[in-house]
């Protein structure tokens, strides 16, 4: 029977670099380009980043959830010294975010820092969410919300990140350049992969339908940011469609959860996709 005090540095540690490195630097990447250097033709509308605040409320139960016997085996032995990791490297990012300078290579530079590091991010909450997707299902209601809810939401928002962060890199400044052929095609392989993304967060295993809805409306974000007058007819729309079939996606895996029946996938009652995995 696991005691409060068990693991105690590593509990200690998850609040210190919570409360140091998380709060208030994330919103950073808000106002007022939304976490890139620049305006691009994938910016999505501010609203989404709030999806920070859903993210660091639910872990603030966590901090607490961990001093219990089921969050100790799920936060300790599931995640361990990952999330004091993870907690740095969102803070990094979003200060490379944020930062802006007058030079155009300075900028250039600070956008591939953060395209390098939201990388590293992905890469770190990956980890996290396939262990304990794997090997910590959730036990409880509070299993669920305090764990498996949260890192759901932000390995989903980790991946719409990487790619607002690769087109501020590496794409074209929205704000000064129209977008030509080859920005067109980028975006809409960009959304393409968005969508099959979120796709693949019902369809895979037993199904994450919060993940697939965040990267869902984060392509409704996109949408509405990107409008005909700022983006062109073909952007806009794309976005729309995208959004529309990811939507689909999440709607019958999420009725399929509800009313036991099979999912999307055609998997047997058993089998079917709850809310998260």
């Known amino acids: ?3 409060w005090k068990d693991h105690l540095a590593l509990k200690v540690t998850n609040i210190i670099t919570f409360l140091l ?7 950073a990447s808000l106002p007022p ?39 100790y085996h799920t936060v300790v032995q599931g995640i361990g010294w990952r999330f004091p990791l993870l907690c740095l490297l969102t ?20 956008s591939i820092l953060a395209f390098v590091t939201i990388a590293f991010v992905g890469a770190t909450v990956s980890h996290i969410y396939r262990s304990i997707k794997l090997h910590h299902p959730p036990k409880n209601l509070l299993d669920t919300a305090f764990v498996h809810v949260p890192f759901s939401l932000f390995h989903g928002f980790s991946v719409v990140l990487l790619f607002v962060a690769g087109f501020s890199a590496f794409g074209v400044n929205a704000a000064l350049h129209p977008a030509g052929i080859f920005t067109k095609i980028f ?5 393409l992969l968005l969508e099959g993304t979120a796709a693949a967060y019902v369809f895979a295993g037993h199904g994450d339908v ?28 794309s976005a729309l469609a995208f959004f529309i079939i990811s939507l689909i996606a999440v709607l019958r895996a999420t009725i399929a959860a509800f009313t036991g029946r099979t999912n999307v996938g055609g998997a ?8 998260v995995g």
């Open 21 to 27: 490195f998380t709060g208030g630097s994330s919103y």
């Open 91 to 110: 803070a990094v990012y979003s200060t490379l975010s944020s930062s802006y300078a007058n030079s155009k290579t300075t900028d250039f530079v600070i």
């Open 33 to 71: 380009f939304f976490g890139a250097a620049h305006p691009t033709y994938l910016t999505p509308e501010s609203w989404i980043f709030g999806t920070w605040g859903i993210i660091h409320l639910l872990l603030i139960g966590m901090l607490v959830y961990q001093f219990t016997e089921t969050g």
């Open 187 to 191: 975006v809409f392989i960009a959304l």
């Open 1 to 3: 029977m696991a005691h």
């Open 210 to 237: 919060v993940g697939a809805a965040v990267i869902s409306l984060s392509i409704l974000a996109i949408y509405n940011h990107q409008t005909i007058a700022r983006a062109g007819e073909f952007i806009h729309y």
């Open 268 to 275: 047997t009652d058993e089998e079917r996709a709850p809310l």
